[in-house]
């Protein structure tokens, strides 16, 4: 069964950035595939923040419009989330997938924004 492997997570302040990548065990699994960054924090249900397909039509929610932005490197089969001027609102375990036929949620990874 395919793992969903999120990375680059941390803890910054406020106004900081991170780059989360996304990976999938089988490494050619994502390949073609609509991608999604999804969120969950301690109190919320988890949410879109950005989608990416195959052929590279991109989504971003209002929410985050502005300040994340999604990118695919298919050499690599990776998928990769920017997020810059971070709030502490954004505090959260990150995750990705999948969109159609998702797997097994991975174990995410954290992001902590203080102000």
């Known amino acids: 069964q395919v793992r969903m492997v999120e990375s680059g997570g941390g803890s910054v302040q406020a106004g900081g950035s991170l780059r989360l990548s996304c990976e999938a065990s089988d490494r050619h699994f994502l390949s073609g595939k609509s991608v999604g960054w999804f969120r969950q924090g301690p109190v919320n249900q988890r949410e879109l923040v950005a989608r990416i397909s195959g052929t590279l039509n991109i989504f971003i929610p209002d929410s985050v419009k502005g300040r994340f932005a999604i990118s695919r490197d298919n050499s690599k089969n990776i998928v990769y989330l920017q997020m810059n001027n971070l709030e502490p609102e954004d505090t959260a375990v990150y995750y990705c997938?999948?969109?159609?036929?998702?797997?097994?949620w991975g174990r995410g990874t954290q992001v902590t924004v203080s102000s």
């Open positions: 997938n999948t969109v159609n036929l998702p797997q097994p």
